[in-house]
């Protein structure tokens, strides 16, 4: 009996040896009982330096709170695909995504096993990659053949309908190089959809260069854009404009609405046409530039207040999408927490795999003004704030922080205020029109268009009014 426990012992310890994955078990009392040769060059240790040892003694940059194996035995929960940093006893920074499980012997919790990726070696190689890209471009006069666009498809986490609609007319716009024009709230993912729809269209392997317009000051646009020519002015040398520079690929020039009024008719000529022409040159240069544009303010009221050509819009309002803001993007809010917990739990070497109820309550009230933006910018403080691996009420922001006096807990933010008051009006306007949507618009002293958007936003049927 005691020869056949021996050999399958020793069975045991050689299939999970050749095993191409590290493998680290420890007992109840947290003592390493195995520990694999693929585990041990992960760590960049010698086995018998793991085995008999407890998990912090080997791994001193742990704790009890931080070490996937010492929290599984704790809890007695699995924990999957966990991503986690430490140092060995030797100093040396160790990357993996870690699946953890608890050993189960009857209904008593023994131990844990621990099944690990090392990253390591992954981050090294793409660090030593993008070294080799810098010196190669540095070569180069125009970096033209790589790309700055890094989200994709997968990077847009939702749940919800009406983004998994935007998702679907991103691809069918990746498909195409007509201009698309993007509305959404600051902090919705604006730039996260032009990337995505670049690296998926026949453009990925070109330029990807993004342009904020509001950072630009008016009397440099132009020689941003289209470059200079050396001596048409004091200083200025021959240099290619944004637009040379993304030839072949895609152009995002994000709030063009803050482009002067003039200054946008030399960009609807270029649209049209295709030529550029270097500031003080005589010389014209025919570009393939895919444009897409971006707004945080709908287009119809920016060209009611003048701050868009009526005509550059219909130009570049070939793909129109709109994003939704986050507070109406239903049961998207636990999704996207747990998406920012992992993120933050390897960036910031945490360990938060829980999140009380209460906190998910107050985060799917909050009005979430900056959107998706503002929730990872709060999670990122909540796990630094975290202690152990439960996020409460107490590791939010001091603002969600609910108090008996606080006056402010029965005030409607002003966005949904003025949203409410407006919607009242043009119910109001219809019903004394009979439905009558451009006497409405008279009354309103509305461009037609305008309320037709406005009741588009707010659902309101003329009929039904």
Known sequence: MFLESFETKQMLEAILGSIDEAIHAVNSEGITIFYNKVAAIHDGVEIDEVLGKHVLDVFPSLTSQTSTLLKVIETG????????????????????VNTTIPIHVGERNVGAVEIAKDLSR???????????????NNKKAKPSSTSGATYKWDDLITNCDSMKNVKMLGKRAAESSSPVMIYGETGTGKELLVQSIHNESSRKNRPFIAQNCSSLPESLLESILFGTKKGSFTGAVDRAGLFELAHGGTLFLDEIHTMPLDFQTKLLRVLEDGIIRRVGGIESYVVDVRIIVAMNEHPFECIEKKLLR??????L?????????????????PILVDHFIKKYNYLLNKLVINVDQKVLAKLEKHHWQGN??????????AVNMTDGDMMTLNDLPAFFKESATDERINLKPLRVTVEQTEKRLIQQALRVTKGNVLK?????????QTLQYKMKKYSIQAEQT
């Open 122 to 136: 992954v981050k090294q190689l793409a660090e030593k990659l993008i070294e080799l890209q810098q010196k190669v």
């Open 317 to 333: 309002n070939v793909f129109f999408i709109e994003l939704p803001p986050l507070r109406e993007r239903n049961g998207d809010i």
């Open 372 to 381: 998706v933006r503002e929730l990872e910018h709060t999670i990122e403080y």
């Open 310 to 315: 009526s005509d550059l819009y219909f130009r």
């Open 77 to 96: 929960k699995p924990i999957y695909q966990q991503s986690q940093t430490y140092k060995n006893s030797k100093g040396q920074l160790i990357d993996t």
């Open 440 to 448: 409405a618009s008279s009354i309103l002293e509305l461009p037609r």
